[in-house]
């Protein structure tokens, strides 16, 4: 909702101010919107972070981050200002009540697969044990997925 590059832009800001040091940016995507389809366009953009900061507590620092950005959560899947979501890190496998690595949908969603392939094809999903590119390839979601503005390095 609101100026979406813009919401995009603070996030990666705070970020990197708060959370960690950002290694790599993919490029900007645009996409309907993705359950309630009822809402504008999403942005998505996936960022690789490097961090010393513990699963947990950096998933809570995000929702901090979306509370302070002017997140309100009325109902799943709502028009928002900002969503962040934690999709890896390393060969991580957590499954507990506020957090699931891998991000459980990463698979069957081309808005996120897309802009991670851009900064790491290769990666390897340790649960599926196929890289991103090969996820990409098989992925059954047919939304589309448009490059918005390019990644700068």
Partial sequence: MGDRLNNLK??????????GTIRSASSIY???????TEQPDFLNQVLE???????LQLMQQLL???ERMGRVRLFK???????????LIDDLIIDSPSLSLPHPALPSRRFALIPLAEIAP????P???????QLLLTCSDTLTVQKIIERVD
């Fill in 122 to 125: 290769d990666l390897l999903h």
């Fill in 127 to 133: 649960v599926e044990k196929k890289t991103i590119t």
């Fill in 10 to 19: 603070k996030a990666k800001a705070l970020i990197a101010a708060e959370c």
């Fill in 64 to 66: 901090d981050i979306e």
């Fill in 49 to 55: 972070l490097e961090t010393s900061i513990e699963p």
């Fill in 30 to 36: 645009g996409t309907a919107a993705w359950g309630i």
């Fill in 77 to 87: 899947m709502g028009p928002r200002i900002i969503d962040l979501d934690i999709l």
